[in-house]
């Protein structure tokens, strides 16, 4: 079976392995994009990679993928996981199983971080697992597409 991933990351993720390296490691987005295509290679697999500073511009992204056949998504919505009720009404509205994933773990943070508005919507979360969430992520929709 053929298959369609679109990796989803929010706002300042664009930033990652130049700023705060002590919270979320040295690796960039680009890195971690890498890794997952390389992770791929010679499977029927199609990976989409989205970044958006931009709260709309991530639910656009996500009303894209309305209907399309063999979807599955990963995101880590960053700092909007603690505010986003419309990234998460796009969620539900697409239907699209999706893991939630954050490099760092969110619930040995501050208190304000504990909260996600996709944790319970989510087929699960992955947190505090650094840029090997995004990949442990991809495996288990691989797995599920076998
Ligand atoms: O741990 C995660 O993956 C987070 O989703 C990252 C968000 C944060 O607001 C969430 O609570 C947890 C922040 C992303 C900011 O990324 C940066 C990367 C490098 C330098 C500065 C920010």
């Known amino acids: 079976m053929s298959v369609n991933i679109a990796i989803l990351n929010g706002p300042n993720l664009n930033l990652l392995g130049k700023r705060e390296p002590e919270i979320y490691g040295s690796t960039s987005l680009n890195d971690i994009e890498k890794n997952l295509i390389d ?3 010679g499977k029927d697999i ?3 990679f989205f970044q958006s500073n931009k709260e709309y511009e991530l639910v656009d992204k ?3 993928l309305i209907n399309k056949e063999d979807q599955f998504i990963i995101i880590n919505p960053a700092a909007f996981t603690h505010t986003s009720v419309a990234i998460r009404d796009a969620l539900l509205a ?3 199983p999706f893991i939630e994933v954050h490099l760092s773990n969110i619930h040995a943070r501050e208190e304000f971080r504990k909260t996600s508005y996709f944790a319970d919507i989510a087929m699960g979360t992955i947190s505090g697992l650094g840029a090997n ?3 442990l992520a991809l495996n288990h929709f691989v797995s599920l597409s076998k």
Do not use: V
Request: hydrophobic residues 40%; glycine residues 6%.
């Open 39 to 41: 992770s791929i290679s």
């Open 46 to 48: 199609t990976l989409d």
């Open 94 to 96: 697409t239907k699209i």
């Open 62 to 64: 996500i009303q894209a």
């Open 133 to 135: 969430g995004y990949l």
